[in-house]
């Protein structure tokens, strides 16, 4: 393969000998630390530092200390970049963003997070690994901007904000300097054509701050001249939080729609805002893609107000909320990816609480998953026997993929007739089903009326509090 030629023009530090050494041996260059990370020459320290981290010895983190190095943010004379020493030190930027994902290696196989991180991000990575100690993954991401010590922060937190948003990226790999230690993984992700260009009107300099991206409108106040916070019944009024899904039935529908809803903890702590309210503002363009900047602005400041334990300061909500709106309105390929298939939907015709609605879900979802089931053994019957091979459980269970134990739990069965259960379960004159009633007004069309103010069934509790009145119960 032809290496382009400026992935020899960028390169990082390379030290030897461990991390007690701040004194780079030499550069490298993207291909040359492939090489190294696929050709390790020291296989043996890495199996043993891999095998203490599995068996929880601490001790692991001693012996990782002997491997060696890159600076990945950077080149340097001496990795000492604090205070004045990063004007001295500081040679040049690699046009390379690191960052560290650690992950629960007690519940999530290492390898198949970093297919994960390759499948969804694999088009704008320049290069994933998996750690030294296999406790997470290693991330590269090469950014054409002109990168320097004033907005080296800024295109780091722009990444997390508007592509990493989802991962749970090492705070403690934020700084310029930051050593990645040689991992050993023979199977590199690596796209030496793979580049992230951000709008430098998105960046914020140390030194500066952005222009506001909203602007005035009437019967609003202003927040530190900059933005608008409208009142929250103009907000819950206008403020989409959920996907629409159209139904004519009254009570509960049953059918497979892509869904998207905003949601957040009863309690938003320290340490989660930033990543919470991030979401949320994902969430919130991909619902209201029309919707002036301030609904959405006002309504993170209410969930920061009433649920951030404690509040985010206002100036620091204004700069994440103005970082991630521009961040996506300006980025032409952005795709927002965090839908989810939703079976069971309610309507307008029921005054379930919300205990009531899960309860009724669960039970629906129930017989839809076991019919499921049912029918991929009938089907895997119906194929073994037109095809002339033995129809037993096992041969059943083997070509199905459903396990052998539910093949004999369900080999007799029939699927559930689910249409006519939700026939039932939204026909007026079923009165006294379990845990189904209806509201009173005038029905027409599939929609039931109310004469009095209409709340939606599947409002919040606290909405519905902050409607009725004006506090939080």
């Known amino acids: 393969m032809k290496w382009p030629g400026v992935y020899f023009k960028l390169t990082f530090s390379y030290f030897d000998g ?35 981290r599995e068996k929880n010895d601490k001790y692991y983190k001693t012996l990782k200390g002997y491997l060696p190095y890159v600076t990945p943010n950077c080149t340097v004379s001496q990795r000492k970049l604090t205070g004045d020493l990063l004007n001295i030190n500081l ?16 519940t999530i196989n290492v390898y198949d997070y970093k297919k994960y991180i390759i499948d969804r991000y694999g088009e704008l990575l320049s290069m994933v690994c998996v750690s030294s100690s296999l406790g ?29 948003y989802d991962e749970v990226t090492d705070t403690n790999c934020s700084d310029i300097g930051r050593p990645m230690f040689i991992s050993y993984d023979k199977e590199v992700y690596v796209n030496y054509d793979n580049s992230i260009t951000i709008d430098d009107s998105l960046l914020t300099n140390k030194k500066g701050v952005n222009q506001p991206i909203l ?38 529908d049953v059918k497979g729609e892509q869904f998207v809803e905003v949601t957040f903890p009863r309690h938003i702590k320290d340490g989660t805002k930033h990543k ?22 006002s309504y993170i400041r209410f969930i920061n107000m009433n649920f951030g334990k404690p509040p985010m300061l206002d100036y620091k909500l204004t700069d994440l909320f103005q970082f991630v709106y521009n961040g996506i309105k300006n980025n032409p390929n952005y795709t927002y990816i965090h839908h989810r298939m939703k079976w069971i939907h309610f309507g307008t015709g029921t005054t379930m609480n919300g205990d009531e609605k899960k309860d009724l879900s669960s039970k629906l979802n129930g017989v839809r998953r076991v019919n499921n089931t049912i029918q991929k053994i009938q089907d895997s019957k119906q194929y073994l026997m037109e095809n002339g091979l033995k129809v037993t459980q096992k041969s059943v269970s083997e070509h199905s993929g459903v396990s052998l134990t539910t093949v004999k739990r369900h080999y007799q069965k029939e699927p559930t007739d689910l249409d006519s259960m939700v026939m039932e379960i939204n026909n007026p004159t079923t009165a006294g089903t379990p845990g189904v009633q209806f509201n009173r007004g005038t029905f027409s069309g599939g929609t039931i009326y109310q004469s009095n103010d209409y709340i939606h069934p599947d409002c919040p509790r606290w909405v519905i509090n902050y409607f009725q009145t004006g506090n939080f119960l």
């Open 136 to 164: 997470g993954v290693s991330l590269l991401f090469h950014v054409t901007n002109t990168i320097t010590t004033e907005n080296f922060d800024s295109i780091r937190g722009y990444i997390i904000d508007t592509i990493l």
């Open 215 to 252: 602007y005035s409108t009437t019967e609003q106040y202003r927040l530190n001249g900059t933005f608008f916070v409208i009142p929250m019944k103009q907000v819950f009024g206008k403020v989409v939080t959920k996907t629409v899904v159209n139904t004519t039935k009254p009570v509960v």
């Open 18 to 52: 461990g991390i007690k050494n701040t004194v780079p041996q030499q550069s490298i260059n993207l291909v040359q630390l492939v090489d190294f990370i696929t050709n390790h020459h020291n296989t043996g320290l890495i199996y043993t530092i891999r095998s203490l």
């Open 276 to 297: 919470v309210y991030t979401q949320m503002i994902h969430t919130l363009v991909y619902l209201n893609p029309e919707i002036e900047p301030e609904y959405l602005y």
């Open 91 to 106: 040679l040049s930027f690699s046009q390379y963003i690191y960052f560290d994902i650690d992950i629960d290696i007690k």
